[in-house]
């Protein structure tokens, strides 16, 4: 992970536990997937992935979780959860707005995204 990606990790961890997000694990990873931050919130598992940029030349960070890394967080959703049965489950996405060292916004998006089924 680079130093960016690092930084932003970290300022989403603390912003979350400001609001009362208990951190259940980080870059929790799969063979082929990864999930930035787990968290509780009441007696939802929130799965949540981060991204920080320093500028919006290409686009919001949030655009960058396109449909296949959706589906890849889901997929390691679905393994955690092995552990949670009980659990409701949902997927943000936080964007870290960077100025080199120091962060000029935090964007939480809640349900950002959500598992569809297959007809």
Same mark, same amino acid.
């Given at each position: 992970m680079n130093a960016k +990606?690092?930084? +932003?990790?970290d300022c989403a961890a603390n912003f979350l536990e400001a609001k009362g997000y208990s951190i259940v694990a980080r870059n929790f990873?799969?063979?082929s997937a990864e999930i930035d931050i787990i968290a509780k919130a009441d007696e939802v598992i929130v799965f949540i992935e981060v991204k920080a940029r320093s500028n919006i030349r290409h686009g919001l960070p949030s655009e960058a979780v396109t449909f296949r890394k959706q589906k890849k967080i889901i997929e390691a959703a679905s393994i955690f959860l092995q552990d949670f049965p009980?659990?409701?489950?949902?997927?943000d996405v936080v964007e870290v707005y960077l100025n080199g060292e120091r962060v000029e916004r935090?964007?939480?998006?809640?349900?950002?995204?959500e598992v569809m089924k297959e007809i």
């Open positions: +990606g690092k930084l +932003g990790e990873r799969i063979r009980d659990y409701a489950c949902r997927f935090i964007n939480h998006i809640e349900n950002a995204f």
